[in-house]
């Protein structure tokens, strides 16, 4: 029941108690249209529609005075004849199958007639009872033969139009059901068509984060095996569990925070073997919220790539590169990745790396996910900041 129980009336409390019964037997989307009728009805828009059927009610009850019934019987059968009509047309409109094809348009046409010659037989006997009384038996034959010359016709006209009428609304509801349909159906296939679309754009930004390192670190290890350097078997062991755990993680749409810095330690241990002492590291990370927080893989090394590559590669002396990871905002998240390089005139445009991530986590978090760089406030150098609002999740 849509309508609050404190602002009803008497006979609202009435109506919705006993049409919520009814109701629960329709499905849920016919449940939500008969709810959505109510709430037409007992709104300012549904006031021109009391205002006709008042108006009809009104020009039913004044014809059958006409006709020679008297004012209350003629009103109690308007009313009457009013009711069935506005139930008929909202059963046709919220289930028009029940009132398509030519054996149930047949059924229809043999209800609304039986009701329409039962409402004119009595209202014939109420009238002349009304006029004549029980007893005026010598005005019988003309009193019945103008029913069936005036009053039948009339009844039986009236009674197939309604039946026509009824039968057009629920053919013109079940066309706008159907048109209804198939728009949904093509929304939802466009809805597919730009997922599978997005979905392999997603896998082709994937594939084009191409970790370069990974050639370079194959000949050092060589290079390192060749000559018996005690440092090949550690960079050997980085190198496998940076490979291994890449190859799963790139396979999923999204990993947590805790995953991803695995890998990007890994990298950078494979890093500092080569570099030696011109690359140190720090991570600043909040373990709780980097096990909760979620976002595409690869990204955060990106950035660390991105950095060691354009920030501390042409520092002669390196540098030192910095990950924090804290809270912001409600069950947001923002992650920093700052080195203390050459700065950022080396930026002077974006390159595919960050151009990526920016469309990945856009992809993944829309609007609530963004990616700034800019120079490190702590001193020389650049920071990349991933800041996600809300619990981390993908859209």
């Given amino acids: 029941m849509s309508t609050s129980t404190t602002t009803q009336n008497r ?25 959505a009728l109510d709430q037409l009805l007992y709104s300012r828009a549904g006031l021109g529609i009391w205002m006709g059927l008042l108006g009809g009610l009104t020009g ?17 059968l308007s009313l009457i004849m009013t009711l069935g009509l ?47 009384g ?15 010359r005036v009053g039948l016709p009339l009844t039986l006209g009236a009674a197939v139009a309604v039946a026509l009428l009824i039968s057009l609304m629920a053919a013109a509801r079940r066309n706008m059901l159907q048109q209804e349909l198939q728009r949904s159906r093509a929304s939802e296939a466009q809805a597919q068509n730009q997922r599978e679309a997005s979905e392999a754009r997603l896998r082709l930004l994937q594939a084009q984060i191409q970790p370069h390192f990974i050639f370079n670190s194959l000949s050092a290890v060589q290079h390192w095996v060749d000559s018996a350097d005690p440092r090949a078997s550690g960079l050997l062991r980085s190198l496998t569990a940076f490979l291994r755990g890449s190859a799963e993680q790139m396979l999923k749409p999204q990993v947590s925070l805790s995953d991803e810095l695995t890998q990007v330690q890994h ?24 096990a909760r927080a979620q976002l595409p893989p690869g990204i955060v090394l990106s950035l660390v790539e991105n950095a060691l590559e354009h920030g501390l590669a042409p520092a002669l002396s390196g540098g030192q590169l910095r990950i924090v990871l804290k809270p912001a905002g409600e069950q947001g998240w923002r992650l920093e990745v700052c080195d203390d390089g050459v700065g950022m005139q080396d930026f002077g445009a974006e390159g595919l ?33 991933i800041q996600v609002q809300g619990a981390g999740h993908a859209l």
């Fill in 11 to 35: 006979f609202q409390r009435w109506y919705f108690g006993w049409a919520e019964p009814h109701y629960q037997r329709l499905s849920p989307e016919l449940q939500a249209q008969a709810r």
């Fill in 60 to 76: 039913t009850t004044a014809g059958l005075h006409a006709a020679g019934l008297p004012w209350m019987p003629a009103l109690g």
């Fill in 86 to 132: 506005l139930m008929a047309f909202a059963a046709a409109w919220l289930q028009p199958e029940k009132f398509l094809g030519r054996r149930r348009f047949g059924g229809l046409v043999v209800k609304v007639v039986l009701g329409a010659l039962g409402g004119l037989a009595l209202g014939w006997l109420v009238g002349r009872l009304t006029r004549h």
């Fill in 134 to 148: 029980l007893p005026g038996l010598e005005r019988l034959p003309d009193d019945l033969e103008r029913l069936v």
């Fill in 267 to 290: 990298y950078l241990q494979v890093m500092q073997a080569r570099w030696g002492d011109r690359l140190q590291y720090r991570l600043d990370l909040d373990a709780e919220l980097a």
């Fill in 353 to 385: 790396g960050l151009a990526n991530c920016r469309a990945r986590l856009g992809h993944a978090f829309g609007a609530h996910a963004s990616l700034v760089l800019d120079a490190d406030p702590d001193g020389r150098g650049t920071r990349a900041c």
